[in-house]
């Protein structure tokens, strides 16, 4: 049986959750809990109204959650239907610890988002959490498709090695990557996106959609990539207010 510490450890994504009941599968290696929590307030996705109300119940829903002792965690949930007194909407709640489009919690994403930042592959990354590959790709492809709605004024640059691709159907094929470029907040150190290569054509095509404002107010970017990303960063093409600066200290100078 599962313990209340042990309990307190896999409930860390809210504290108004309560356990309904637990099942544990020791065969297949996973615990299900079933919970419940009091709806929040809601906002209409419609006309962004806040006059919500429950309506009724969803069908049940399953999402993964923080493993605990190389056990894989589910918490199984029903959400509940909403509408509008506004303009008659009806949709599901929306819950701040649950991620908007993958079926995990919050916790989860951040853990595995943040251990693609590491020099590990997507396997290790995948047995640490208790997940399959294709779900550590799911959250690389999410990761790589939310681009940072404005670009700080000190921007970082950096390469990390990591054992990492993308499906290719045409070939049913994984497209390899070994060198990936992370980009942060230089004032903040918060991790904003990560670019699949280190190329100058990589680096082009996601610079070269953000609009010229965007790009005019960043002030200084900050690099510890190798020659053919730095100079993509150097020549000006992007960044024509910025001053440039290298890291050597990650190169072991």
């Not at 510490?5 to 637990?22: F, G, M, R």
């Not at 819950?95 to 595995?112: D, K, N, P, Y």
């Amino acid at each position: 049986m599962i313990n209340a510490t042990v309990l307190n450890a896999l409930l860390k994504p809210s504290p108004d959750i309560t356990v309904l009941s637990t099942e544990e599968c020791p065969e297949e290696n996973r615990i299900i809990l079933d919970i419940e929590f009091e709806p929040t307030e809601q906002v209409c996705p419609e006309c962004s109204s806040h006059h919500c109300r429950p309506d009724g119940f969803c069908k049940v829903r399953t999402i993964r959650h923080l493993p605990v002792a190389s056990c894989s965690v589910f918490l199984r949930y029903t959400p509940r239907y909403f509408v509008c007194d506004d303009c008659g909407a009806v949709f599901r709640e929306s819950v701040s610890w649950i991620h908007g489009r993958l079926q995990m919690t919050e916790a989860l994403f951040i853990e595995i988002y943040l251990s693609l930042t590491e020099n590990v592959s997507i396997r290790s990354i995948a047995e640490k959490e208790c997940v399959s590959e294709r779900v550590v790709q799911h959250v690389l492809e999410l990761s790589a498709a939310e681009r940072p709605a404005e670009l700080p004024e000190v921007l970082c640059l950096f390469d990390f090695r990591a054992n990492v691709g993308t499906w290719n159907p045409d070939t049913h094929s994984w497209d390899m990557y070994t060198s990936l470029c992370g980009i942060s907040d230089g004032s903040t150190g918060e991790l904003l996106d990560i670019i699949p290569e280190t190329s100058v054509t990589s680096l082009s095509g996601y610079f070269g959609s953000c609009a010229f404002n965007q790009l005019r107010q960043v002030r200084y970017v900050i690099c510890s990539l190798g020659c053919s990303a730095l100079s993509a960063a150097v020549t000006g093409k992007f960044f024509p207010s910025a001053m440039v600066g290298i890291e050597s200290w990650l190169f072991g100078k």
